[in-house]
């Protein structure tokens, strides 16, 4: 079977199986425009190598663990990698690799070769998966080429391929990825250009870079932008870029290298090759018959067109516009931007607000001076978790990105094990537990103490060696935390706790390849001149990570205060305390009883023992070593019980949720995204955690 | 968790609505034993019919133990089996109907298999109540849920 059709010999029976972007670039060839001669690898290359590998089941299991629609978006980006992971480790079946490397060299020779997506739905009039799949520039070689295939329909299962088709409910069993295969047009000038402005009616829009569209494509470099009047190609406004970049091809793929000072003052087009350039989307409007969105480059002095596709205007305003702003690929450049705000001006300031806040005495204030309070404490948490939401948790794309590369470059068994390399040395989390095995190893030496302090927690007998060690040890800790609350109640309750450490072993620190081990076989992967960015790429991964640590602590501070000044205002008005609103589930009988239940295996292992379902600080104090711990979704002010836990059960989905993250730490069994998980299983439960296929086992249900 | 309740006693009634045929699985001289069985179900899921001649090997152990198990499942021999297909299983106590109660069940039974009515009628044939205790039901490869039926 042959499997590559060059442009040229496509028809119209061919459109279904090539996608929408090979589909326009061979009717923009048969239509006389200036293309770069190429090539399409329909659907059924991408079926015949997912049916025979069994790629085509797995990636259905993975989707289907649980229902598609309730996925979370950090489940979904696991699910990418591991759907990544699976196309990275599965060879090409040897027939077909060796039909496509004929195919392939015979056209292509030893020339240089864009490999782009070109899913069949994709660049539709109804929907615009503009940018959510891969493309690759400078290419070389078949061995090399059929290696970037296989990225690109594994871009097909991107996170935000993923998501974009949830939302628009589009059938995941059918998607199949077509594709182009073509000459790498190496223009000096290159852009953008819309027919028609998706934001305005009458106007179109040429935007333009130096070097090639790459670095314009994927926001890195700022074009210049000309608006055009749409019935008449007059100029009506010239917007100018600080034009410091261009992205030129690199011994492999691309690189962004500073622009030379004479380019800098200079457009990278002429007026009249802006007219040119919108002649040419007028052109293909016309030909189409809908306004076009293309994306063109100068080969000397010719334009070439490089890709048409309908302008969407009616699904940007909805779907379109949250693609937009969802872009999940959010690129290298862009997030270390990000993190610079972050940590200079986001995170200070709110550490700042949190201290600003805290010194209030709330029950001597007066009843106007308590609804003020409560009001400034409502907003600064409605704020900072709006910045949670739109900066903070972007940035946690960078220990994805990080992953991407690392298991591109290394292709490791467990797609995860990039996490162990991001691992800082402390996190505050882990520093706390520190600190308490501290105290639990005192335990250990003292029997005297020990004893003491079993005589406080049983008897409630006031010995005042058990005491002094409690609070030093509650000092210790801080005040920020939810270990520590005020009352003797507490006390007896750390009591149990710390001598629930001391009767087990210190804490398993996993073993394995240590940071230093994998740091090195990461960096060796990257020749000299690749070196600089893999050093940032994972310092940047390691920012990210970080954060996932810090920043909800410090929210976490202010949510406190907002639930302490809200539980004083209930006071007051003589109702139950309202900020501790009882969070234990009490399910009632039910008919129904869990067996098995699936999620997401986010830390490996085998663990069996009593369930301790946690949604109140009692149930958290009363845990005992070796239960299995099930909560909603642990936070950072939870992880102290994990050093007593055999393993960890969590709703929440995501391997760089905290729960995945601490398990990690500690080498536990952990499985994540479990539906329904506190509500299913009930405190004395006997689960058996299988971290390995992230399956929950329920035995005995009291 | 009434909600959950409702939503798994109706997938269990739609995969028993979508399937004709069940394997039967039964025990007897020391060795288990499967075959399969046209069956049919009361709306309140509390017992499913099937019917045997008296001289099978099944009927022996059905007799000889007093219990079964019975699955039903809608896999369709293809790989997508997999991460599509469901499957239940329901087990409890067997036993031979008689008198009335014997006419109801083969009402039901007849409803559900009209082409049976002559094996129905024949007096060498049993026909058989499973009082259904429990139904696990499979679904998305290894989510399994358990059914307790009210009495």
């Known amino acids: 079977m042959k499997f590559l059709v060059p442009f040229d010999r496509l028809t119209e029976e061919d459109r279904r199986r090539v996608g ?48 598609f629609e309730s996925m979370r978006w950090e489940e979904m980006w696991d699910a990418a990698l591991r759907i990544r992971s699976l196309f990275l480790k599965t060879p090409l079946p040897a027939p077909l690799s060796a039909a496509l490397r004929g195919e392939i060299e015979r056209t292509f020779g030893d020339r240089s070769v864009a490999v782009r997506s070109s899913a069949p739905g994709e660049d539709s009039a109804g929907a615009s998966f503009a940018g959510l799949h891969e493309s690759f520039l400078n290419v070389r070689g078949a061995d090399s080429i059929l290696e970037h295939v296989r990225l690109v329909w594994a871009s097909l299962w991107s996170d935000g391929a993923l998501l974009y088709r949830q939302e628009l409910k589009l059938d995941v069993a059918e998607s199949a990825m077509a594709v182009v295969i073509q000459e790498l047009a190496e223009g000096e000038r290159s852009g953008v250009a819309f027919s028609k402005s998706p934001v305005e009616e009458e106007v179109s829009l040429v935007e333009a870079v130096w070097g090639l569209n790459q670095g314009l494509v994927d926001g890195t470099v700022a074009p210049d932008r000309w608006v055009l009047d749409r019935s008449s190609g007059t100029l009506r406004q010239h917007i100018g870029a600080e034009r410091l970049d261009a992205v030129r091809p690199a011994p492999r793929g691309t690189r962004k290298v500073p622009l030379p000072p004479e380019l800098r003052d200079r457009p990278p087009l002429e007026e009249g090759e802006v007219v040119r350039v919108w002649t040419l989307s007028m052109e293909a409007e016309n030909r189409f018959g809908c306004p076009q969105d293309v994306e063109w480059t100068f080969l000397g002095e010719r334009p070439f067109l490089l890709q048409a596709r309908p302008v969407t205007t009616g699904t940007r305003g909805e779907a379109g516009s949250r693609a937009w702003n969802l872009s999940l690929r959010r690129s290298f450049e862009n997030l270390k931007l990000l993190r610079e705000k972050i940590e200079r001006t986001l995170i200070p300031a709110l550490v700042k607000e949190a201290e600003d806040l805290s010194g209030v005495q709330l029950q001597s204030l007066e009843d106007d001076q308590l609804e003020k309070v409560l009001e400034t404490r409502e907003e600064a948490l409605a704020r900072w978790t709006k910045v949670y939401w739109d900066e903070f948790i972007p940035f946690a794309h960078g220990a994805r990105l990080f992953g991407q590369v690392y298991n591109d470059r290394l292709k490791p068994e467990d797609p995860f094990r990039f996490i162990d390399l991001l691992r800082p040395e402390k996190m505050v989390g882990t520093n706390r537990n520190a600190r308490l095995e501290e105290a639990a190893d005192r335990l250990r030496q003292d029997p005297g103490l020990r004893a003491s302090l079993a005589a406080f927690r049983e008897s409630r007998a006031e010995t005042s060696a058990a005491q002094c060690f409690l609070e030093a040890v509650s000092s210790d800790l801080g005040k920020d935390t939810d270990l520590v609350l005020d009352g003797p109640e507490t006390l007896r309750a750390l009591a149990g706790f710390l001598l629930e450490m001391a009767e087990r072993h210190a804490s398993r620190k996993p073993s394995g390849e240590s940071r230093e081990e994998l740091e090195r076989a990461f960096l060796d992967r990257f020749g000299e001149e690749e070196r600089r960015f893999a050093e940032e790429l994972l310092d940047l991964a390691r920012a990210s990570y970080r954060l996932r640590d810090e920043d909800n602590i410090h929210l976490g501070r202010i949510q406190r205060m907002r639930d302490e ?23 009632e009988p039910s008919r129904v009883r869990p067996r098995q239940l699936v999620g997401q295996p986010a830390g490996p292992g085998l663990a069996r023992g009593t369930a301790r379902v946690v949604g109140s600080r009692e149930d958290l104090l009363g845990f005992k070593a070796g239960e299995i711990l099930v909560c909603d979704a642990i936070d950072p002010n939870m992880t102290f019980v994990v050093p007593l836990c055999a393993g960890i059960v969590e709703r929440r989905g995501g391997m760089l949720v905290h729960g995945a993250i601490i398990a990690r730490e500690y080498g536990l069994p952990c499985v994540t995204g479990v539906p329904d998980a506190t509500a299913l299983i009930r405190s004395g439960d006997t689960l058996t955690v299988d971290g390995y296929l992230g399956i929950v086992v329920v035995h005995d249900q009291g | 968790m009434k909600e959950k309740d409702r939503e798994i006693a109706e997938a269990v009634r739609r995969l028993l609505e979508s399937q004709r045929v069940g394997v039967l699985g039964t025990y007897g001289a020391g060795s288990p034993y499967c075959s399969l069985v046209g069956f049919s179900f009361e709306p309140g899921l509390e017992r499913l019919y099937f019917a045997t001649t008296r001289a099978t090997r099944k009927f022996a152990n059905l007799i000889e133990t007093g219990r079964v198990a019975l699955l039903v499942d809608n896999r ?15 087990v409890g106590p067997v036993k031979e109907l008689t008198g009335t109660e014997r006419e109801r069940g083969a009402k039901v039974h007849l409803a559900r298999h009209p082409s049976l009515a002559g094996f129905l009628e024949s007096p060498t044939t049993a026909l058989l109540a499973l009082e259904a205790e429990r139904y696990f039901l499979v679904r998305r490869f290894q989510e399994v849920m358990v059914l307790e039926v009210e009495r």
Not at chain 1, 27 to 37: K, N, Q
Not at chain 1, 565 to 586: D, H, I, L, N, W
């Open chain 2, 76 to 90: 369709a021999n293809r790989e997508e089996d997999l991460h599509e297909a469901s499957a239940l299983t329901v």
């Open chain 1, 565 to 587: 000044a809200r539980a004083e205002a209930a006071r007051r008005r003589g109702e139950a305390s309202a900020g501790e609103a009882p969070r234990s589930p009490r399910p």
């Open chain 1, 20 to 67: 929408g972007k090979a589909w326009a670039l061979s009717r923009l060839a048969r239509e006389g425009f200036s293309v770069p001669r190429g090539a399409v690898l329909p659907v059924e290359a991408y079926r015949a190598y997912v049916g025979p590998t069994g790629l085509r089941e797995r990636i259905l299991l993975e989707l289907n663990r649980k229902p």
